[in-house]
């Protein structure tokens, strides 16, 4: 169903939201049940579309899982026999490359579609590679498909800083890997990411030895076998994050449940250092202001800096700070769509290079706007809540990626944010009234595509 979310602006936020279970945590961990055997409940996984994906592919790969009625995730490998991520299901989800480490770890073989780029950039897999072949793997490019075999693996050391820095996905990929290698491997230039630490804990739970994930080198002892167990996924960041600017952007004040200090100290620094007063509790973070902001220069980076996943968001605050803002990205240079989108609303935002340069304006003011990636649609929603008047966010398939029933959460906290099925959509969607989900949502989003500008 092709659907737009319609958002008076004007009303601060204030009450209390908890935050659902991490996207990005739970991705890797759900690939790496192919790395065990026995039983996997996972709590926490929050219900989202690239999940719905993830376990699309894990069930080719013989996984059988079922969302029990408490909401955790019970998972098994049943067979061993599988070893492909086709193009068709790596294209709905770059994370699909996370099948990578896990079959070949474990399988022997593993035959992933290479992912391509994405609005937010180029993306490159080649850190994975070097990690895959320092391994012992051997790695054939063929049809557009990455094709990498070893009877076994085998421990080394692996330098896998590029020329971003660390690799959070990458990282992933080569400690599941390694989990099962012989012998000891060390990543120097580890991706510190919150989500790695929480990969760690999951697989040390399953009798895997790793050490120091969540600082830059990380020592992986192989073990010959990992055994499914209960795990809990951390909370998600970067929802808390959206919330948390939210709450500061609209001068509301909010207590978000399951925002943890130690994940969000850049964010926090950033919100305070504009104004925003926070106060900092064990499980959660409350976050009020006055709506009056000072300019402030951020600069996206890898953990523990500003989190590139929060840089659109922050981008709509400091658009209403009084003087100039520069926003820096450095992880992803070209993630700046959500910028002309921010100025039809009223902001006056400049990119140069990898740079937005923010002058600061009175107000937003409410215009229809096209989500072009799943933070950028998170931007706009919030430029929404602030904007006088009506904000149309079209495309909104890109928000239920990462973000489960977001106007839920923020209806709860005194949001005027409706979901309505776009009508030129419906009208199409009747002609073919047997169409299969599948053809529902592709249809949908040709629909969109066709629509943007
Ligand atoms: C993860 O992507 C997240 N995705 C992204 O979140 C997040 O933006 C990103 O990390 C950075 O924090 C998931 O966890 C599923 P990277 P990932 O490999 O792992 C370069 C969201 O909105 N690089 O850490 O793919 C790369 O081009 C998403 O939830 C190489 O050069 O990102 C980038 O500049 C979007 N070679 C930098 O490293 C490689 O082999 C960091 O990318 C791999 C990456």
Sequence with gaps: MLEKFCVHGGTPLSGTVRVHGSKNAALPILYSVLLTR??????????????????????????????????????????????????????KMRASIYALGPLLAKRGRARVSRPGGCNIGVRPIDLHLKGMLA???????????????????TGRRIYLGGASGSTVSGTANVMMAAALARGTTVIEHAACEPEIADLARYLNACGAGIRGAGTPVVAIEGVSELRGCKYRVMPDRIEAGTFMIGAALTAGEVRVEGARFEHLAALIDALESAGACLQIEDDAVQVSSDGDFRPVDVTALPYPGFPTDLQSQITVLLSLANGISVVTEKIYPDRFIHVAELNRLGA??????????????????????????????????????????????????????????????????????????????????????????????????YLQIAAAP
């Design 348 to 445: 006056n935002v400049r990119k140069e290079g990898s740079l937005a340069i923010i002058h600061g304006v009175k107000r937003l003011s409410g215009a229809p706007v096209m989500a072009s990636d799943l933070r950028a649609s998170a931007c706009l929603i919030l430029a929404g809540l602030v904007a006088n008047g009506m904000t149309e966010i079209n495309r909104v398939y890109h928000i239920d990626r990462g973000y489960h029933r977001i106007e839920e959460s923020l209806k709860g906290l005194g949001a005027q944010i409706e979901r309505v099925p776009v009508e030129a959509d419906s009208a199409l969607l009747s002609l073919v009234p047997d169409a299969s989900p599948e053809l529902r949502e592709r249809l949908g989003e």
């Design 135 to 153: 391994l012992g793997a051997e790695i054939r490019n063929e049809g557009g498909y990455v094709c990498a075999e070893a009877p076994h693996l």
């Design 38 to 91: 026995g039983r996997t409940v996972l709590e926490n996984v929050p219900p989202l579309r690239d999940v719905t994906s993830t376990l699309e592919l894990l069930s080719t790969l013989g996984v059988k899982w079922e969302r029990r009625p408490d909401g955790a995730l019970e998972l098994e490998v049943l067979r061993e026999d599988g070893f492909e991520a086709p193009y068709d299901l790596v294209r």
